[in-house]
């Protein structure tokens, strides 16, 4: 059975840094772009950023230049770097497939950014 584990949420000042992790079953990784998806308070779920098997990016308007998503083939292992958090970003922080699968959907990981 095929699972997305994401990790690497906290509680950080505004202004700092988040390397989120999402460690996925190796038969999806290997065939599926990726995604990061965001749900802030009172708020549907929005993309944040996808990466494809060759490792083309694509970015939302709001984290363009402070986020960076990789992938590690050899670990099946998604991230999102990131940088110059601010109050806005915080939310509960899920991956997927690109589009979205609605059974891969796990808990997700927290990210706070507050003073």
């Known amino acids: 059975q095929v699972q997305l584990v994401e990790s690497g949420g906290g509680l950080v000042q505004p202004g700092g840094a988040l390397r989120l992790s999402c460690a996925a079953s190796g038969s999806i990784f290997r065939i599926k772009t990726m995604g990061w998806y965001r749900q802030p308070p009172g708020k549907q779920r929005e993309l944040v950023a996808t990466?494809?098997?060759?490792?083309?990016?694509v970015y939302a308007d709001s984290v363009k230049g402070r986020f960076t998503i990789s992938r590690d083939g050899a670990e099946n292992t998604v991230y999102l770097q990131m940088n110059s958090l601010k109050p806005e970003d915080t939310a509960v922080y899920y991956c997927?497939?690109?589009?979205?699968?609605?059974?891969?959907w796990g808990q997700g990981t927290q990210v706070t950014v507050s003073s």
């Open positions: 990466i494809t098997r060759a490792g083309g990016t």
């Open positions: 997927n497939t690109w589009p979205t699968t609605d059974r891969y």
